[in-house]
């Protein structure tokens, strides 16, 4: 009771200034120990005593104490007020918007800036949300991705009204690139890609560029009817060869490809490309608004062209910056062979940068939706801050988080002079109604402590195990009960976390590869799926317990 009025007394004394209320500290500690309720009298001059002593301290020196003995009761700083995105403009009607990633992998966090920013705006305008998928590149498909992207997008809480997939709808872009063919706004090019590509850095046509639209539909069914092998003839949509951008110039807006697609096997040997069939999908879906990083810009202007041509209104576009993202592996070739050699053990694997890898260590979706929102939809280029997701995902998990001791490196300590401890720990310091964590030890009297901490400690040393009591160090291994009176702690005395002998053996993976083994609270066991702050440690998920715990670092 002593130890909770000092620890609360300094809580309520940072938080008013100064000046602890007896009041507040009583009802803390009654809702901690409900069985002290009926000693109220008895222990009311205490703590009267007690919140007394924390008021004769100067401001920095009850802070000081505070920070050394329950530092997760510090007083958190308030928080900023949420941002939001700016509004859209140029609305007329029902908003609707689309995400499109490729299926070569799961969704990482680069996709999710997309996803959610579309989503967002789909939501504060009660507007459609469209998932395309575009799957026109048969070389970089990975077949259980069409599924992974939209457990990615539930788990994100995105909200998916339709789902569209590109290799479902050929014959429409089939039938619109007959049409710019028929219009001569396309041709049916024959060169070698590396010599086309040289003629339009010189701003030179190529010598089918001017052929007539019959001849051109010829060329056409010729390539539907598998006459032309892969790079053979392709069909090029018209732009100008004067513009002083080469990517401008003309572009390839369909291509052969042999090669099966894991959908519609060798239905088909034309592919359309992005920029082809991206702008008929907008088109024909209705996209008010498309949102996409600015390095699309030069797709943006290829695609206006066939608006232009079919006399299409445009979307409106937003073009956001680039992010580049540190200390993270998201290219989904690279880890899929990585997959294959097992020096990954999935897409969840928490060394990635996915979103299933981040669910895994205990990110939160939220978290990831307010700091992509907190970023903004700004043209300027950012980093991604790891450390600020990290931010905003503590203020989520802080409130969930049960508190227990982990303690790495382990060394058994044997505490002398005392036949019986009983340990008392709240499971959340700031929400008493939670509960405690009460461990009883006896005859022999022994504790693990980490490896880390005994260095630190000299023979004869004082020291206070957290939330059970003072001891000396009489050895490496050995030491002193010495009572509970918390004031050794103005004397210098350290404190450091235990566990009792009847704790579980645990590993914590990190996201750099690391893992730390040591031993954790046996209470731990019905945690399992949950975020837990280990103590001076971090926030972790508890994710299985087979022979031994296993857990995953989220960050500190």
């Known amino acids: 009771m002593i130890e909770s009025a000092r620890k609360y007394a300094l809580q309520n004394a940072v938080l008013h200034n100064g000046k602890a209320e007896i009041g507040s500290v ?12 009926q000693k109220i009298k008895e222990i009311v001059p205490e703590i009267k005593k007690i919140v007394s002593e924390v008021n004769k301290l100067s401001f920095a020196e009850q802070r000081k104490e505070l920070e050394k003995i329950a530092p997760e009761l510090l007083i958190k700083h308030k928080k900023k007020k949420e941002k939001q995105l700016p509004e859209l403009k140029n609305i007329s009607g029902r908003v609707v918007l689309r995400f499109a990633p490729g299926p070569s992998g799961p969704l990482h966090i680069g996709h999710s800036r997309a996803a959610i920013f579309n989503d967002e705006y789909a939501k504060k305008y009660d507007g459609k ?15 259980d991705a069409y599924k992974m992207i939209h457990e990615d997008l539930k788990w ?7 789902t569209v997939i590109q290799s479902d709808r050929f014959e429409t872009y089939y039938e619109y690139a007959k049409k710019l063919l028929e219009k001569g706004n396309a041709y049916v090019c024959r060169c070698r890609p590396e010599e086309w590509r040289k003629l339009k850095l010189g701003k030179k046509p190529c010598s089918h560029r001017n052929l007539e639209p019959e001849k051109n539909l010829e060329e056409w069914d010729k390539m539907l009817g598998n006459v032309y092998d892969e790079e053979e003839a392709s069909v090029v949509v018209k732009t100008d060869l004067n513009l ?45 608004h498309v949102l996409r990083g600015k390095d699309h810009l030069n797709n943006t202007y290829r695609q206006q062209y066939i608006f232009d041509y079919f006399k299409w209104r445009k979307p409106e576009y937003i073009h956001y910056g680039r992010v580049r993202i540190e200390d993270a592996v998201l290219k989904t070739s690279k880890i899929r062979e990585e997959i294959k050699k097992q020096f990954y053990s999935g897409w969840d694997d928490v060394r990635l940068g996915t979103i299933r890898a981040l669910a895994k260590r205990g990110i939160s979706s939220e978290a990831i939706r307010k700091y992509w929102i907190d970023v903004g939809i700004k043209p300027v280029d950012i980093v991604f801050s790891w450390k600020n997701l990290y931010a905003f995902n503590k203020d989520i998990v802080d409130k969930k988080a049960n508190r227990y001791f982990f303690v790495w490196n382990p060394q058994l300590l044997n505490i002398t002079g005392v036949d019986r401890l009983e340990g008392h720990a709240p499971l959340h310091p700031d929400i008493p109604e939670r509960g405690i964590r009460k461990i009883i030890l006896e005859k022999p009297v022994n504790v693990f402590v980490s490896d880390d901490d005994l260095n630190k400690i000299n023979s004869g040393d004082k020291i206070r195990l957290k939330d059970l009591c003072n001891i000396q160090l009489a050895s490496k291994n050995t030491a002193k009960y010495i009572g509970q009176d918390i004031s050794i702690l103005k004397e210098g005395a350290g404190i450091i976390h235990w566990v009792s002998k009847k704790g579980i053996k645990t590993k914590v993976f990190f996201p750099d ?21 280990f103590e001076r440690f971090g926030f972790v998920r508890i994710d299985r317990m087979n022979n031994e715990l296993v857990c995953y670092f989220a960050h500190k």
């Open 26 to 37: 009583i009802n803390k500690i009654v809702a901690e120990s409900s069985e002290l309720k």
């Open 129 to 143: 949300f469209i998932l395309r998928i575009e799957d026109t590149d048969p070389d970089r498909i990975d077949p």
């Open 156 to 162: 994100l809480d995105v909200n998916v009204h339709e």
């Open 244 to 288: 002083p951008n080469p990517a401008l110039r003309d572009f390839v807006g369909l291509r052969i490809s042999k090669t099966p697609h894991p959908r519609t096997n060798d239905r088909y040997i034309v592919y359309p490309l992005m920029n082809f069939s991206v702008a008929v999908d907008d088109h024909l879906l209705g996209l008010t």
């Open 513 to 533: 590869g690391s893992v730390k083994e040591g031993i954790a609270e046996e209470g731990l066991k019905k945690e399992i799926g949950s975020v837990v702050q």
